[in-house]
């Protein structure tokens, strides 16, 4: 396992990107979208980078999984030429260039090249003189910041659309999973919570500020982290402390099954009463819609079973497009935007800045 610790800057959201997804009812959704998804596209990134694309991007490559996974999820897996290890299990991945490091941590600065991509996609954590390589290299380069919640998810996706011109994919992606987080909501809202923790391996568990404790939090659960003082995401914590916290329930996966065994866990309520709820890695550590759906149905049904079975949960082929047409005021807005453009230009769509705030991560090297 590999932890690293990231500083997470600015985070922009595209001014002519998708409205927020809204909810029509447990048993389906509605996504809307702008009508424009047109090119070029200006933005800022995390690293505080102003990034122009001056049209579709036909080659992406993804330096994380849930990157790939939500371009796979949007609509835009045939733009993917390549992706790293641990985002091989999604469907046809094979067929893209791997380019991760050797044993599978960390990007191949050559092989990302390699594939001479039009936009590369890049997670909070990877490291700065990594986006500089590239960046100097010549190569369009899009850095996300950290996703601490499921709307940091949604906003993630909407951006992804939006710079690969999956804007309607991207908004029908988000109404799925906000229909199955608000479903998970209500069939939980009368449920008693139990006290849950996920532990990483090495003394490293989720703390509250996390996407996978707003996970745990939709589907019925409390993150048993919100009873300790701890502020990074991903803190070490002593054995004295997790005895103390004493988890009612461990969330588990194929990477940390054998925690169960070992001390301090094996002494916890958790293991001795065999209250786990198992979750596939890749449903759970990446911050992608699928992951979203998926595990907030696994975590519910394993919190509350009764609860989960009368949950509406919604099927992705249930969600309709609705396409927005434009205020007055936008109207009005474009057109300014538009008499203002030098002849034989085109305006980008620039937005304001949106300062976030200093956050540590330790990360396993499949999450993101």
Not at 260 to 282: D, K
């Amino acid at each position: 396992m590999r932890r690293r610790f990231a500083v997470v800057c600015a985070f922009l959201v595209v001014a002519a990107a998708l409205a927020p997804a809204s909810v029509a009812g447990a048993s389906g959704a509605v996504a809307t979208a702008h009508e424009d998804c047109s090119f070029p596209v200006t933005t800022t990134d995390a690293s505080g980078t102003e990034v122009t694309i001056e049209e579709t991007p036909e080659r992406v490559t993804t330096l994380n999984p849930s990157a790939a996974q939500t371009m796979w999820e949007i609509g835009g897996k045939s733009q993917v030429v390549g992706r790293t290890a641990f985002a091989a299990y999604l469907d046809g991945a094979e067929s893209r260039t791997n380019i991760s490091a050797a044993g599978g941590f960390g990007v191949s600065v050559e092989k990302v090249i390699g594939t001479e991509p039009d936009l590369v996609l890049a997670p909070n954590a990877t490291q700065a003189d990594t986006v500089s390589a590239l960046r100097d290299a010549g190569l369009t380069v899009y850095q996300f910041e950290l996703a601490e919640d499921i709307d940091d998810v949604a906003a993630k996706t909407t951006t992804i659309g939006r710079l690969t011109g999956n804007c309607e994919g991207a908004a029908r992606t988000n109404a799925w999973m906000n229909a199955n987080v608000e479903a998970a909501r209500q069939a939980t809202a009368d449920a008693e919570e139990p006290r849950v923790m996920y532990p990483l391996g090495g003394g490293y568990v989720a703390n509250t500020n996390t996407f996978i404790s707003a996970m745990v939090t939709a589907s019925g659960g409390q993150n048993a982290m919100s009873e300790a003082n701890y502020t990074l995401a991903y803190p070490q914590v002593n054995d004295e402390v997790i005895l103390e916290l004493n988890p009612a329930v461990l969330i588990v996966t194929d990477a940390n099954r054998y925690l169960l065994a070992q001390e301090p866990y094996a002494s916890t309520a958790a293991a001795q009463n065999n209250q786990t709820v198992s979750v596939n890695v890749n449903y759970l550590n990446q911050p992608a819609p699928r992951s979203v759906v998926y595990a907030v149905r696994n975590l519910t049904r394993g919190f509350h079973p009764d609860a989960a079975a009368s949950a509406e949960f919604t099927a992705k082929s249930e969600v309709t497009l609705e396409t927005a047409t434009p205020t007055p005021a936008e109207t009005e807005m474009a057109t300014e935007t538009e008499s203002a453009t030098p002849s034989g230009g085109q305006p980008g769509f620039g937005v304001a800045a949106a300062l976030a705030a200093l956050a540590s991560l330790a990360l396993l090297a499949r999450r993101e």
